[in-house]
């Protein structure tokens, strides 16, 4: 089962404790100290790991029924990471942040006017965005979201396919009417691309 899988709600027996675990975890972080946080919830985790295994000695040689170990399949689950997963995800990382700070001088140096013009409008609405949230509420808003709206949208999708369609054909009239004030060398370059 991937993370499709999760999100979209296959199988809700297993969605609903990843989504309440989380959004328990995140919004914890909010009122408390993440090592506030992190050490809770491992006490957490280990005070029922022994409890299952008090559960299980209790049944199996006091009151002599037989029970299974239900963390027993667990234990011998391999856990190691192989090096060239860790160096996959790294050098994958490493791109990215590479692309990410050519992107960002090239915005920040104004190569592309309107480009940069776009980038300095997303800044000063992300600062509005700022006075009303903050960060951790983001995160919070965000991970409700990620197992909402997909659903939401595969559900209807019938009625939400038109709707976009229309905001489509909106942005990409507001952009030829930008793209009409551009200057004549930003505007042949974009023509290339």
Same mark, same amino acid.
């Given at each position: 089962?991937?993370?499709? &899988?999760?999100?979209?709600?296959? !199988?809700?027996?297993? =969605? ?8 328990? #975890?995140?919004?914890? #972080?909010?009122?408390?100290? #993440? ?9 957490? $985790? ?7 295994? @008090?559960? +299980? ?11 299974? &170990? ?5 234990? =011998?689950? !391999? ?10 995800? *790294? =050098?994958?990382?490493? !791109?990215? %942040?590479?692309? *990410? +700070?050519?992107? $960002?001088?090239? %915005? ?5 006017? @309107? ?26 808003? *965000?991970? +409700? ?14 009625? $939400?396919?038109? $709707? ?7 942005? !990409?009239? %507001?952009?030829?009417? +930008? ?15």
């Amino acid at each position: 089962m991937g993370f499709e &899988d999760i999100y979209l709600w296959k !199988d809700p027996l297993v =969605s609903g404790p990843v989504f309440g675990v989380i959004l328990i #975890t995140l919004i914890s #972080t909010c009122y408390y100290s #993440t090592v506030s946080v992190v050490a809770y919830s491992g006490l957490f $985790i280990l005070g029922t790991m022994v409890g299952l295994k @008090l559960y +299980v000695y209790v049944m199996n040689n006091l009151l002599k029924k037989n029970v299974e &170990d239900p963390i027993q399949k667990y234990s =011998s689950v !391999d856990t190691s990471i192989s090096q060239d997963k860790v160096n996959s995800v *790294a =050098s994958c990382m490493g !791109d990215k %942040l590479n692309t *990410a +700070v050519t992107e $960002i001088r090239r %915005l920040v140096l104004v190569e592309n006017m @309107l480009d940069s013009v776009k980038f300095g409008l997303s800044l000063w609405f992300l600062t509005y965005i700022g006075n009303w949230f903050n960060a951790m509420t983001l995160v919070i808003l *965000a991970w +409700v979201a990620l197992f909402t709206v997909p659903k939401v949208y595969l559900n209807n999708k019938a009625a $939400i396919d038109p $709707i976009l369609e229309k905001v489509k054909v909106q942005l !990409d009239e %507001l952009q030829s009417k +930008v793209g009409g004030f551009m200057p004549k060398k930003a505007a042949e370059a974009k023509k290339e691309e």
